[in-house]
């Protein structure tokens, strides 16, 4: 090796230490005001909230907010299951990514993790826990084969004896708990399979032409990230796993630079 190469080799693992450093920065504060968004509201809405028809249209936009909050909680786990919210600092990807699953709805890291390798390993086919082979394009028969995949006994104990816990022991409106507890994490459900799972992998025209079998969507920046925090650019998600969300945009734009050019 010359010295030209040993310079070029370190100035390179200089550089992929520094964006791994940027990236673990900017993933972790993300997640933070993610995290700690959610449980604010989570926490000022059902415990301080009154409904009146007055305060109806402001109770609407809590639960829209609590909404796209709980997608935002499942996607950085999602983050963490691909190690790419603190790169190589696996321990760091696990507790962030157990907190946020523990807090959408008592779910293991570890069991949704395996699971979501499968997913990535055989993606569109009857190996894989988040497809419907049977009923491809069959939306409700495909997201209740999606929920209870998922959702079993211990989250239903977990959230029943949270949900009691709020009402008896710490005084919460029950109304509250249902409107700003149950309703977001439910719609919160629908919204990812829709955009991070139905969309992305229904068979359709033109059909899949590589091992991924996903699509994405062409959606601006801001609706994007309304939708699912960028998770509809499945495709670049599959080919580029290790892309954190809020990189998936850049990787979506290379990729239609490279398709334009071809």
């Known amino acids: 090796?010359?010295?030209?190469?040993?310079?070029?080799?370190?100035?390179?693992?200089?550089?992929?230490?520094?964006?791994?450093?940027?990236?673990?920065?900017?993933?972790?504060?993300l997640?933070?005001?993610?995290?700690?968004?959610?449980?604010?509201?989570?926490?000022?809405?059902?415990?301080?909230?009154?409904?009146?028809w007055a305060t109806a249209p402001l109770g609407l936009v809590l639960m829209a907010l609590l909404t796209w909050l709980y997608v935002?909680?499942?996607?950085?786990?999602?983050?963490?299951?691909?190690?790419?919210?603190?790169?190589?600092?696996?321990?760091?990807?696990?507790?962030?990514g157990q907190l946020c699953l523990f807090l959408y709805a008592g779910f293991s890291?570890?069991?949704?993790?395996?699971?979501?390798?499968?997913?990535?390993?055989?993606?569109?086919?009857?190996?894989?826990?988040?497809?419907?082979d049977h009923e491809p394009h069959a939306f409700w028969?495909?997201?209740?084969?999606?929920?209870?995949?998922?959702?079993?006994g211990r989250e239903i104990i977990v959230i029943a004896v949270g949900?009691?816990?709020y009402v008896l022991l710490l005084g919460a409106p029950l109304l509250n708990v249902l409107t700003f507890w149950s309703i977001p994490a439910i719609v919160s459900?629908?919204?990812?399979?829709?955009?991070?799972t139905y969309l992305p992998h229904k068979p359709g025209d033109p059909a899949f032409d590589d091992r991924h079998r996903s699509r994405s969507n062409n959606y601006s920046w801001w609706m994007s990230l309304l939708t699912c925090f960028h998770f509809g650019y499945h495709h670049e998600h599959h080919a580029v796993p290790n892309a954190p969300w809020w990189r998936l945009p850049k990787?979506?734009?290379?990729?239609?630079?490279?398709h334009a050019g071809t």
């Open 163 to 165: 949900v009691w816990a």
């Open 31 to 52: 997640a933070g005001m993610i995290i700690g968004g959610w449980l604010a509201t989570h926490i000022g809405a059902i415990f301080f909230f009154s409904w009146s």
């Open 141 to 152: 028969p495909w997201y209740w084969k999606f929920f209870s995949e998922y959702f079993s």
């Open 251 to 258: 990787v979506h734009d290379e990729a239609k630079r490279m």
């Open 109 to 132: 890291f570890d069991f949704m993790n395996k699971k979501h390798h499968l997913h990535h390993r055989h993606a569109g086919t009857a190996e894989d826990p988040d497809f419907h």
């Open 189 to 196: 459900s629908i919204q990812l399979f829709t955009f991070g």
């Open 1 to 29: 090796m010359t010295a030209a190469e040993a310079s070029s080799g370190s100035g390179t693992a200089e550089a992929v230490a520094k964006d791994n450093r940027h990236q673990a920065v900017v993933g972790l504060t």
């Open 72 to 96: 935002g909680l499942f996607i950085v786990a999602h983050d963490c299951m691909h190690g790419s919210l603190v790169p190589l600092r696996p321990a760091w990807n696990r507790a962030v």
